[in-house]
């Protein structure tokens, strides 16, 4: 039993009251108001106390119920289920914008790979005039290089052709 010293009163705990002074139904209602010593605030402690223990899997111990103790475990409790409201809140909140965030990244991936997508079909067409235009079948890289070189050398005979014949028209 957790017992506190001063004025102390036994409300349903187990064990006989302790033996110091009980506090007399006039003082009682006197200081309900000051320390919290009611039903109300007893009955809040003992479910916050059976709710924290229920969770770790243990039986609440038993101890003495004293207008102290209760007072003490009431802020507690208060605190207690304030701090777990707020990181509620937040948690939930988080859930939310992550939520948020999932749904706009995978817009934007699905712009982006689109916007992809269309530049990809854009240069696969120009690839595709190209080939048409060298006159190849096959697509493979090799074969553009090899018919970009015959463009080439068909150009420089061309030019040569050209200058021959230009050097052949001013001799004459």
């Known amino acids: 039993m957790i017992s506190n010293s001063g004025v102390s009163e036994n409300l349903g705990g187990s064990g006989p009251p302790s033996p110091s002074l ?3 139904s006039s003082e009682h209602s006197r200081s309900s108001g000051n320390t919290g010593f009611d039903a109300n605030r007893i ?3 003992k479910a916050w106390l059976v709710s924290q223990f ?3 899997g243990k039986d609440v111990p038993d101890f003495e119920y004293t207008s102290r103790s209760i007072a003490h475990l009431h802020n507690v409790a208060t605190l207690s289920q304030a701090k ?3 990181a509620t809140i937040v948690a939930n909140d988080f859930r939310q914008k992550a939520t948020e965030y999932r749904s706009q990244g995978l817009s934007f991936f699905t712009n982006i790979y689109t916007e992809i997508l269309d530049h990809v079909v854009s240069s696969s067409q120009v ?5 048409n235009l060298l006159n190849i079948r096959d697509t493979e890289l090799s074969s553009f290089l090899v018919a970009m070189a ?3 050398e068909e150009n420089s005979s061309r030019i040569e052709e050209g200058e021959s014949a230009a050097g052949v028209q ?3």
Do not use: C
């Not at 690839?127 to 080939?131: E, G, R, S």
């Open 127 to 131: 690839l595709a005039k190209v080939a």
């Open 54 to 56: 229920d969770v770790a």
């Open 22 to 24: 009980s506090v007399s």
């Open 43 to 45: 009955a809040g402690v």
């Open 150 to 152: 015959d463009l080439s």
């Open 170 to 172: 001013r001799t004459s």
């Open 84 to 86: 777990t409201q707020a």
